[in-house]
């Protein structure tokens, strides 16, 4: 089992920044992959980025690309985004997931943290 806790959401104007992060515990930690997750009220969950464990590739979002950045420490076990220019479209509730295995789904999530940005 892996457990992921997020941290870090919170409200802010628009043009603000915030850094949320995700600490994973449990087994040995050694994923494939983990990544962040967005829900806005009455819409789906969106892929927002990701980030390769091993190497840091990182692949985003077109609508974040250039304002969020994720980055992961192994050493901590730890997985974070900061988050730049935030527009009131950004508010959601963020949840960090992970992929143990190339090819698998998204299988541990964490509850998730509360970003709203105001206009």
């Known amino acids: 089992q892996v457990q992921l806790v997020e941290s870090g959401g919170g409200l802010v104007e628009a043009g603000g920044s915030l850094r949320l992060s995700c600490a994973a515990s449990?087994?040995?930690?050694?994923?494939?992959?983990m990544a962040w997750f967005r829900q806005a009220p009455g819409k789906e969950r969106d892929f927002v980025a990701a980030?390769?464990?091993?190497?840091?590739?990182?692949y985003y979002a077109d609508s974040v690309k250039g304002r969020f950045t994720i980055s992961r420490d192994n050493d901590k076990n730890t997985m974070d985004l900061q988050m730049n220019s935030l527009k009131p479209v950004d508010t959601a509730v963020y949840s960090c997931?992970?992929?143990?295995?190339?090819?698998?789904?998204?299988?541990?999530w964490g509850q998730g943290t509360q970003v709203t940005v105001s206009s």
């Open positions: 997931a992970v992929k143990i295995t190339p090819g698998q789904f998204w299988r541990y």
């Open positions: 449990g087994r040995t930690f050694s994923p494939f992959q």
């Open positions: 980030i390769t464990w091993s190497g840091g590739a990182t």
